[in-house]
């Protein structure tokens, strides 16, 4: 069992930060030993300070490759990771799965994202993406997530989720978003 915490902003009305409640998450270490062992290799050093950077509406909330104090570095990533795919733990909502390049199967590293709605299509895509933990807790949190509005980074539909963000301070919209 791992707690991940965040700095979702649980009352957007009172000043500051209100902390939301975590997201509670088991590893199926039995069945993905490889894929959880890479994950907790990461959970207590590069993923401190690390953001989501990828999301988008009934899609997937993905994590595990940026720091927020350098947005635009990768954390390190010394080794690509096996492929452990098995369609008998698909990428149904609330599981979480590695994220990997189009490049092939084996070219996970240290993002992960965590699965929104059923998406069954990705049991078949590129070798699979390899489900390794499932959230027992935390999900309403999750969907708030990916509720966020969001800057988008690439042409896919997903995009970074930012909170208590104006993209248009001076109330001109001939000028560009900070």
């Given at each position: ?5 965040t ?30 062992q ?85 049991d078949g ?18 969907k ?35």
């Open positions: 069992i791992v707690t991940l915490t700095n979702l902003d649980a009352d957007l009305d009172t000043p500051g930060i209100q902390e939301s409640a975590p997201i509670v998450i088991e590893l199926l270490d039995d069945e993905e030993p490889l894929s959880v890479n994950f907790l290799s990461y959970l207590n050093s590069e993923y401190i300070g690390t953001f989501f950077h990828r999301a988008g509406a009934d899609f997937v909330v993905q994590g595990g490759g940026f720091k927020a104090t350098t947005p635009d570095t990768h954390i390190p990533t010394p080794f690509d990771l096996h492929n452990e795919f098995d369609p008998s733990r698909s990428n149904v909502e609330g599981t979480i799965a590695m994220a990997k390049t189009g490049l092939g199967p084996h070219t996970a590293t240290s993002e992960w994202f965590i699965n929104l709605k059923d998406n069954l299509n990705l895509a590129n070798g699979g993406f390899t489900v390794f933990a499932r959230v027992i807790s935390g999900m309403d949190v999750v708030r997530i990916s509720e966020l509005p969001y800057f988008n980074v690439a042409d896919d539909g997903t995009g970074v989720p930012v909170q208590n963000y104006d993209p248009d301070p001076d109330f001109n919209p001939n000028t560009p978003p900070p």
